[in-house]
């Protein structure tokens, strides 16, 4: 089945590690996103991919980056992670182009503990 | 700018109770409506979605119909299972939005046996 998979589903770090999350799809589509989202909030985005052009959100910290190597792989990384960076964290596809508005494919999130 | 606004949970409702989940939007364009739902340790999952106005979206017994003169988009389902229990998500996407998602807040539900 096509699908968003997530590695790892559990990530523990210490404060100040720096931590690679990362995301494939086998939909083929070209917007990928990650979002943050703390205690059932709604997800917060990061920054979105359309293809190989990098839109990163206003207010993303500059300590969130993020590299796309290809059309299936997309990659979060946190330079020094803080306590306050203890999330899930989503990543998300979706296909611009369809008619039916851009909804979007989730995989299943990393959990991430900062120690 | 585009925004959602959904109705504060937790909900708890008994097995097989109706629910309504209330949903509004305020959007400058033409937006395509959605309802996604997380169950607890996972991601998100598309339930529904309605690209104009009048559209019903539905699934798994779930019904939302978008109404623009009321800019609502209210999630109900008729008969409601202990497995229906997870957080629900209303949202918009738009073009004026570029490839983004504006979610709501979420509402929690619970279902007691």
């Known amino acids: 089945d096509a699908m968003v998979i997530q590695n790892p589903r559990y990530q523990v770090t210490q404060f100040g590690k720096p931590v690679t999350l990362s995301c494939s799809q086998t939909?083929?589509?070209?917007?990928m996103y990650w979002y943050q989202q703390k205690s059932s909030q709604a997800p917060k985005l990061l920054f979105h991919?359309?293809?190989?052009?990098?839109?990163n959100e206003a207010d993303t910290p500059d300590n969130f980056q993020s590299r796309r190597p290809n059309t299936s792989f997309c990659f979060l990384d946190i330079r020094s992670p803080g306590l306050g960076d203890a999330a899930m964290y989503l990543c998300a596809t979706s296909r611009v182009g369809n008619t039916g508005g851009y909804e979007q494919y989730f995989g299943p999130g990393t959990r991430l503990t900062v120690t | 700018g585009n925004s959602v606004t959904q109705m504060e949970g937790p909900v708890t409702l008994s097995e097989e109770a109706f629910l309504t989940i209330n949903c509004t939007y305020t959007a400058t364009g033409y937006p395509s409506l959605f309802w996604y739902v997380q169950y607890p340790g996972e991601g998100l999952q598309l339930l529904l979605k309605a690209t104009k106005a009048d559209d019903k979206g539905s699934n798994k017994g779930f019904e939302a119909t978008y109404r623009k003169e009321t800019t609502s988009f209210h999630l109900e389902k008729g008969s409601v299972q202990v497995s229906d229990s997870a957080v629900y998500f209303c949202?918009?996407?738009?073009?004026?939005?570029?490839?983004?998602?504006?979610f709501g807040a979420g509402t929690r539900l619970f279902v007691k046996a």
């Open positions: 939909l083929n589509h070209n917007v």
């Open positions: 991919y359309y293809d190989k052009d990098f839109n």
């Open positions: 949202a918009l996407s738009d073009y004026t939005g570029g490839f983004k998602t504006i």
